[in-house]
């Protein structure tokens, strides 16, 4: 018994050594793990950097975007979408000649006359014309300088409005719709149940009524946006107005005795247009004036007459 327990303990101690010794390897083993990544991480600090900095200028192109789309930042000249409308007032001496020239100008800079109304001169007016000038943007300079020559110009503004998200939106919208409708197509040609059938073309139907619909809204956008609209107001010299207001007593006088002429003046006019209507009314107060008074006359000698007298036998 005592042979068996002198081997059992120094199996053990064996066993024990074995177990320290693996477990000295194992955590050798973890340290050295720890150290070589601790140097790979060291050893390339400079890509780490270089991705720190990409990674920085990923997140500043995505804050610069988003302060664009915020309006916060604006977008570049280049990728704006600008609506410019404008007026031009000019002074001309001859309106109808004026609009022609510059219904000539616009058209060889390649835009387009959308309206115009004319009006010819009198005697006491010497005419105008109006017209609705479809220029495109990058001439509009160009345009208005050439019509600036037309005559003299009395005032020429201009505003715009930034409609570049508007259409970033639609253009999105459009683009989401086209391959929704596209999928609905795939999805119909395979379909064979009637009633999945009438479900998918009602659905296409919806969705290429709503795509036409935007796509009509981005046509019209794109013309605004790509032909700025100038209003054209062309007329002759304005009348100048003389001060001729009293400046002394024999001008007041004068003034009054004017202002007193042209009030009997417009009192005799009003008599005139008055004088046969008063006559009318004349004629016909007389008419039952006297039929008033033969019937007064008839009853006086009614009464007048002596009733006779019963004679006595």
């Not at 074995?18 to 060291?42: K, N, P, Q, R, Y």
């Not at 609506?83 to 100008?105: F, K, N, Q, S, W």
């Not at 002759?236 to 024999?250: A, C, K, L, N």
Request: aromatic share 4%; with cysteine; proline share 3%.
């Amino acid at each position: 018994m005592s042979d068996m327990t002198a081997l059992d303990r120094v199996a053990r101690h064996r066993l024990r050594l074995g177990a320290a010794i693996a477990l000295a390897l194992v955590l050798a083993w973890l340290l050295a793990g720890c150290s070589s990544s601790d140097d790979a991480g060291w050893s390339t600090s400079g890509g780490g950097d270089a991705a720190f900095e990409d990674s920085a200028e990923a997140m500043d192109v995505e804050d610069r975007a988003a302060a664009e789309e915020s309006g916060e930042i604006a977008a570049p000249q280049a990728d704006r979408s600008v609506i410019v409308t404008g007026a031009l007032y000019i002074t001309v001496e001859d309106p109808i000649d004026a609009a022609e020239r510059a219904t000539r100008v616009v058209r060889d800079a390649g835009g387009r006359v959308d309206s115009r109304s004319e009006t010819a001169p009198d005697e006491y007016y010497g005419g105008s014309a109006w017209l609705t000038l479809r220029i495109p943007a990058d001439a509009l300079d160009r345009v208005v300088d050439d019509l600036r020559d037309l005559g003299d110009v009395n005032e020429y503004s201009t505003s715009s409005y930034d409609v570049t998200r508007e259409v970033t939106d639609l253009d999105a919208q459009i683009s989401t719709l086209r391959a929704s409708t596209q999928r609905i197509e795939a999805l119909l040609d395979q379909a064979e149940d009637i009633d999945d059938i009438i479900a998918l073309e009602s659905e296409l139907d919806r969705r290429q009524a709503e795509l036409e619909s935007l796509e009509a809204r981005q046509r019209g956008l794109d013309d605004q946006v790509s032909m700025s609209t100038i209003e054209l107001s062309l007329t002759t010299e304005p009348v100048v107005i003389v001060d001729d207001s009293p400046r002394s007593f024999w001008s007041g006088l004068v003034s009054g005795w004017d202002a007193l002429v042209g009030f009997l003046s417009g009192a005799l006019v009003v008599a005139g247009v008055l004088l046969p209507w008063i006559a009318l009314a004349g004629l016909i107060a007389i008419g039952a004036l006297l039929v008033v008074r033969a019937r007064r006359s008839r009853k006086r000698a009614a009464s007048d007459v002596p009733e006779p007298v019963a004679s006595e036998d």
